[in-house]
């Protein structure tokens, strides 16, 4: 596996909502980061959109990455977001994975979501990797 070095003290949080119980992606993810040298917070399983809100203010992150298996990525985005917003948080990126149709793309994208990966983008180190430049975009 390999694996872009991300910038020194990039702090990601990785997230799951709702019931959605299938973890396999988004711990290989967290690994990833780490081994890209990430300090990754990971919530565990059924936040809520303010849970995920609350953590990403409080542990001061660069990026949210959310994994929705479930079909409930828009809501989840939409909500995370306006969290964001109403927290003074809005500049804090926010990439979503999962399964999601290639029709949702668009408008995830219209909402502000970053980046959109689905399985089609399988490759972690491309993921890693536009997680980074999104960090890194930010920061310019």
């Not at 119980?21 to 300090?39: I, Q, S």
């Not at 995370?80 to 927290?87: A, H, K, M």
């Not at 926010?94 to 999601?100: A, D, F, P, T, Y």
Request: charged share 20%; proline share 5%; net charge negative.
């Amino acid at each position: 596996l390999r694996l872009p070095h991300a910038p020194k003290h990039m702090r990601v949080l990785l997230a799951k909502s709702g019931l959605d119980g299938h973890v396999n992606a988004v711990k290989l993810l967290a690994f990833a980061c780490r081994e890209a040298g990430m300090e990754v917070v990971y919530t565990g399983l059924k936040q809520t959109p303010a849970m995920i809100v609350a953590t990403a203010i409080q542990e001061d992150v660069d990026l949210i990455g959310i994994s929705s298996l479930s079909g409930s990525h828009l809501w989840i985005a939409t909500e995370v977001l306006r969290g964001l917003r109403e927290s003074g948080g809005g500049e804090i990126p926010i990439v979503i994975g999962g399964i999601i149709p290639e029709s949702d793309r668009p408008t995830l994208r219209d909402l502000g979501v970053r980046h959109v990966f689905t399985p089609k983008d399988g490759e972690v180190g491309a993921i890693v990797q536009a997680m980074i430049d999104t960090v890194l975009e930010r920061a310019a």
